[in-house]
């Protein structure tokens, strides 16, 4: 039987350790398939879902094709595959791992350049000493492009790169570059330095619907199972259980802690036991803020545990997923 919802995920690379350890960490075991069906995997527990293993960028295209319900990779690849993406990819969630920046990069001795408009004044004078347009190398053709033309820049002209691209100014092959950068110690290393306004786009990897994917009910509902699974995983992370005996009015002082810290009340003291214990879900940045009001209203005894999953009834990430599929 064919699985009824496929993923896309990084078939090799950090950025695939990092999506399996995401889904591992959900409980999620992802088993790759051996053989001639190699670059296919599945997920504990979820028989209708098929995972297919493709590169980053092949992700970002299969998105766009409709050849897969949903994908894993960095935002960088999916707007340079399709810089409008209303219509065809819907960005669900920024997953936190993944970071990189596409940046304007360009030789460190370029002393008096460093802003977009300094570029452009060094594009015009290079045109008019060198009768060509000054060399950009990148990968990123579309973002490229788009971002220079805001800038208003039009005297260079594109060097698709095939390979290591920090390395063209030095092979002589561009005089600048666009690129991405995570610590900036690769293009130190070359001798190159971002522009202060040159950041064209901040990624990371990002949970991704295709729009033009054939959504049947069996689809929907696996995604929504799939991601249900993964939501309440991270809100569980972000949040810890909080147990408490209050004193005197509890409703008051549950309601104070919600308003103060955005907790949510799991259970309150029945109606003949005012001094039962109570259960809430605080927001883990905000333990410290919660005890000192609880502690105001109780016996000073809280106890704080972790949650393995968060499940709420209504769900901003499965509202995001259903309205982007809707349209």
């Not at 990189?100 to 452009?120: E, G």
């Not at 330095?193 to 990371?204: A, V």
Request: charged share 25%; hydrophobic share 45%.
């Amino acid at each position: 039987m064919s699985a009824s919802l496929i993923v896309a995920v990084p078939s090799k690379g950090r950025l695939q350790e990092q999506v399996q350890d995401y889904f591992a960490d959900a409980g999620l075991a992802m088993k790759q398939a051996a053989g001639a069906r190699g670059y296919r995997a599945t997920l504990s527990g979820l028989a209708d879902i098929e995972v297919r293993l493709l590169s980053a960028s092949e992700i970002a295209d299969a998105l766009t094709a409709g050849d897969v319900h949903l994908g894993i990779t960095g935002e960088d690849l999916i707007r340079e595959s399709l810089p409008a993406l209303e219509g065809s990819i819907a960005l669900l969630k920024p997953l936190g791992f993944g970071y990189a920046d596409v940046v304007v990069a360009v030789p460190q001795s370029w002393i008096d350049v460093s802003t977009m408009a300094d570029l452009d004044d060094v594009c015009a004078a290079f045109y008019q000493r060198h009768r060509r347009r000054l060399r950009i190398a990148t990968k990123f053709v579309g973002l490229t492009r788009s971002f220079f033309a805001k800038a208003g820049i039009w005297d260079y002209r594109i060097v698709e790169s095939a390979g290591a691209t920090e390395g063209a100014p030095a092979a002589g092959t561009a005089e600048a570059i666009v690129d991405i950068m995570t610590t900036g110690a690769t293009l130190a290393a070359n001798n190159l330095k971002t522009l202060e306004d040159g950041t064209i786009l901040k990624s990371q990897a990002q949970l991704a619907a295709s729009l033009r994917a054939e959504w049947s009910e069996d689809a929907r509902a696996a995604a929504v199972t799939l991601i249900t699974r993964l939501s309440a995983r991270e809100r569980a992370k972000a949040s810890l259980v909080l147990r408490v005996r209050l004193d005197g009015n509890p409703d008051q002082a549950l309601a104070g802690l919600t308003k103060a810290t955005g907790a949510s009340i799991l259970s309150r003291p029945s109606a003949g036991n005012v001094a039962g214990e109570c259960a809430i879900l605080c927001p883990r940045d905000r333990l410290m803020a919660a005890i000192e009001l609880l502690r105001k209203h109780g016996d000073g005894a809280v106890t704080a545990q972790d949650a393995d999953y968060v499940f709420v009834k209504d769900d901003p990430l499965i509202a995001a997923f259903e309205s982007a599929i809707a349209r």
